[in-house]
């Protein structure tokens, strides 16, 4: 009988310690869900962030190009569209952070500068073809030679604009991380989402997300699976 009680009483004791554990766990995994989602995004993956966004233009690009090419008048007006996000959000916003943020950083180091020269040149030259985009992208009925033109530009920005986003991606923003503090590094990141809110408001990037898509879906490009390869 003594023993039966000893049994009941540990597995009473073990049974209440069991739940007590279990809702501790929960709570815990809910706090750090919390601060999980509250956790700001770092300098380099804002900026690759925006790569992304760089990177469906650069597609929209290709189709457009792609049907000049073949004797076809794509929608100028969306061709002029994407352009403007290019320059509004990505030249004048993102390409902005990079010019006043991390380029100066790495020349006070001695790091990088023959890359960032690089950059900075490809800066103003993408400057230049965007500004001759958009005022093609006003023309209701191109010429031959407009034609011509277009598609050149944007071959031209398009040869340029890949390897430029993939050598940031790949070797000045992670060079980055290693150039400041950490407190520094935060304090960017702070200061970059502040900067987007400012110019853009609080939902600025998915603003710019939401008129690419629109673009795309008036090419008829949005749809992810029409991309995929028959095999």
Avoid: W
């Amino acid at each position: 009988m003594h023993t039966d009680n000893s049994r009941r009483r540990f597995l009473g004791q073990s049974l209440k310690a069991g739940l007590l554990g279990s809702a501790s766990g929960i709570l815990l995994l809910h706090g750090c869900k919390e601060k999980e989602e509250d956790k700001e995004v770092s300098p380099p993956e804002d900026l690759m962030q925006e790569h992304g966004l760089l990177n469906r233009i650069l597609l929209i690009y290709d189709h457009c190009r792609e049907q000049l090419a073949a004797k076809q008048t794509p929608p100028l007006d969306a061709l002029s569209g994407a352009a403007g996000i290019i320059k509004t959000f990505v030249e004048d916003y993102h390409e902005k952070q990079e010019e006043d943020y991390l380029f100066p950083r790495f020349r006070k180091a001695g790091v990088l500068t023959d890359l960032v020269n690089v950059l900075l040149q490809q800066h103003n030259a993408g400057r230049a073809i965007t500004q001759q985009l958009m005022e093609l992208g006003k023309v209701k009925a191109p010429t031959d030679d407009q034609r011509q033109q277009l598609i050149l530009l944007l071959t031209r920005f398009n040869t340029m604009y890949r390897p430029h986003e993939a050598r940031e991606d790949t070797v000045l923003f992670p060079a980055f991380r290693r150039l400041v503090t950490r407190h520094e590094y935060d304090s960017l990141g702070e200061e970059f989402e502040n900067n987007e809110h400012k110019r853009f408001g609080k939902d600025g990037f998915e603003v710019m997300v939401d008129k690419v898509m629109a673009i795309e879906k008036q090419l008829g490009i949005y749809e992810l699976a029409q991309f995929t390869p028959g095999v």
